[in-house]
């Protein structure tokens, strides 16, 4: 088991620009989710996938952004004209199929906007 | 509006004592229950999740209370160790509607001294 892992670990981008990052949640694992976090609050659920299907969305995940999960596998989630006001931890988590079980997150990603 | 709540930023609690630390929620439809620990740098870390037909689970030195009727719950950390001090998320899930986003607090920082 090797854990969620998230690439890069902190991105640093000028305002209007894309970034994309990755997440590979662990092998077995046919739930993934992205959620966002800022100074002094706790994770932000932004979207869900079982397998290749995405089939949550939070009203935080405006047209900026997308994410995908092609192949059931890794997923991608990028932000599209970056403004200031999406500098925060950008977290993946997985989890096994079936009720209550338990979310394992990666160390997540760190965007900084200037 | 929040719907989880963390009502103490921090909490300090001498090695080898008990750690309490409380959460409570405000949706009666919640069922799903999770602590998660954060170090810094790093992504949250499950400790212990309880469902809503329990009041109480274990799992070595950590222990989750529920109570459904006071829309309330407690994570007990004993003894506590110099490893624990971090910060403590709890997280509820309404896993009925087929949703599987977490809602966190805003966490409980834990310092415990040596």
């Known amino acids: 088991d090797t854990g969620v892992s998230q690439d890069p670990r902190h991105k640093i981008t000028k305002r209007g620009q894309n970034v994309t990052f990755r997440c590979d949640p662990i092998?077995?694992?046919?739930?993934l989710y992205w959620y966002r976090q800022t100074l002094g609050q706790g994770p932000e659920f932004l979207t869900y996938?079982?397998?290749?299907?995405?089939?949550?969305k939070s009203r935080l995940l405006s047209d900026r952004f997308s994410a995908e999960r092609p192949k059931g596998s890794f997923s991608t989630l990028e932000i599209q004209r970056t403004e200031q006001g999406d500098s925060a931890m950008y977290l993946c988590?997985?989890?096994?199929?079936?009720?209550?079980?338990?979310?394992?997150f990666g160390d997540g990603t760190r965007l900084s906007i200037l | 509006d929040q719907q989880v709540k963390q009502n103490s930023p921090s909490l300090s609690v001498q090695e080898g004592r008990i750690s309490i630390l409380n959460c409570d929620y405000t949706n009666s439809m919640f069922d799903y229950f999770l602590w998660y620990k954060k170090y810094p740098a790093e992504g949250p870390t499950f400790l212990i999740s309880i469902s809503s037909i329990k009041d109480k689970n274990e799992d070595g030195r950590f222990t989750v209370f529920l109570n459904k009727s006071a829309k309330h719950l407690s994570l007990h950390i004993v003894p506590s160790q110099p490893g624990d001090s971090a910060v403590y998320f709890c997280?509820?899930?309404?896993?009925?509607?087929?949703?599987?986003?977490?809602?966190f607090g805003k966490g409980t920082k834990l310092s415990v001294i040596p």
């Open positions: 997280a509820v899930a309404y896993s009925g509607a087929g949703s599987y986003q977490l809602t």
């Open positions: 996938f079982q397998n290749e299907a995405q089939l949550e």
């Open positions: 988590a997985s989890s096994p199929q079936g009720r209550n079980q338990p979310q394992h």
């Open positions: 092998s077995e694992h046919n739930r």
